[in-house]
Nanobody, 125 residues
């Protein structure tokens, strides 16, 4: 499985971006997917996750009400809509596939086995 993240860029505080994670090689439709982010000097952290069915989502507290994760199984793609962006959201964003087929959303980095290359999001004040 190859995951290709895109959509990052430079945006002013209060602006919006939509990240996309396109999977190729094999389908990810039977796997939960997650978005993580990492800032310089910090550990990679969970941002949002979506269940394999698409019915369930999970968000870290700092992005609740601002970010929305979704998936399009026909396109084998997962999205992260980010609104009301803050300078604290600046990071490299990674998408990842959960290790366990049809498993529940997990927040731990170690529960994911395939990772995209990351896309940089910079929010200016």
């Amino acid at each position: 499985v190859q995951l290709q993240a895109s959509g990052g860029g430079l945006v002013q505080a209060g602006g919006s971006l939509r990240l996309a994670c396109a999977a190729s090689g094999r389908t990810v439709s039977s796997y939960a997917m997650g978005w993580f982010r990492q800032s310089p000097g910090k550990e990679r952290e969970f941002v949002a996750g979506i269940s394999w069915s698409g019915f369930y989502t999970d968000y870290t507290d700092s992005v609740k009400g601002r970010f929305t994760i979704s998936r399009n199984k026909a396109k084998n793609t997962v999205y992260l809509q980010m609104n009301s962006l803050k300078p604290g959201d600046t990071a490299v964003y990674y998408c990842a596939r959960l290790r366990a087929r049809q498993g529940p959303i997990r927040r731990e980095v170690t529960e994911y086995d395939y990772w995209g290359q990351g896309t940089l999001v910079t929010v200016s004040s």
